[in-house]
């Protein structure tokens, strides 16, 4: 298995990982629309921005998106944001997971960020003990506005 940045081929896979996490999700029933084509070239464009994706040959087994936002903080480190973190359902608990994460975090380091953050939805009990057993600490509360 290898990370790598997603190409526009793996949109339908990763699109079909974030529509249902409890599920495999065929890619191809995915309807990849003009909004999802536009935030795909949108990431895609962005230096700050990575969607990656775990691949076993031509399957997409996981994904995650990367945001390396610059700040004041930590004397002008960068920090890398995590988002959309998913495993194929049929492929969690043998450790894709945490190779994932892993490679994500290393990924973070090379770039000399000093802080890596994410959120997690607090009905996800499960995905909380999992970054926890990676070393993230509950240090913040999150607050979200719908726009």
């Known amino acids: 298995m290898i990370l790598r940045t997603a190409t526009r081929a793996d949109l339908p896979a990763v699109l079909a990982l974030l529509e249902d996490e409890e599920r495999v999700v065929d890619p191809a029933s995915v309807v990849v629309d003009d ?33 390396y936002i610059p700040g004041l903080g930590k004397h002008g480190e960068e920090r890398a944001l995590i988002e959309a973190v998913r495993i194929r359902a049929d492929r969690r608990g043998g450790g894709l997971g945490r190779e994932l994460m892993k490679q994500a975090v290393d990924r973070a380091r090379l770039r000399g960020c000093g802080l890596m953050q994410l959120t ?15 070393g993230f600490a509950r240090s913040h509360e999150g607050f979200k506005l719908a726009l």
């Open 35 to 67: 909004a999802y084509e536009k935030a795909f070239a949108a990431i895609e464009s962005d230096p700050r921005n990575e969607m990656l994706v775990l691949v076993d040959g031509d399957t997409v087994l996981g994904c995650l998106q990367v945001t």
């Open 120 to 134: 997690s939805n607090k009905r996800r009990t499960n995905a909380h003990r999992f970054y926890e057993s990676l």
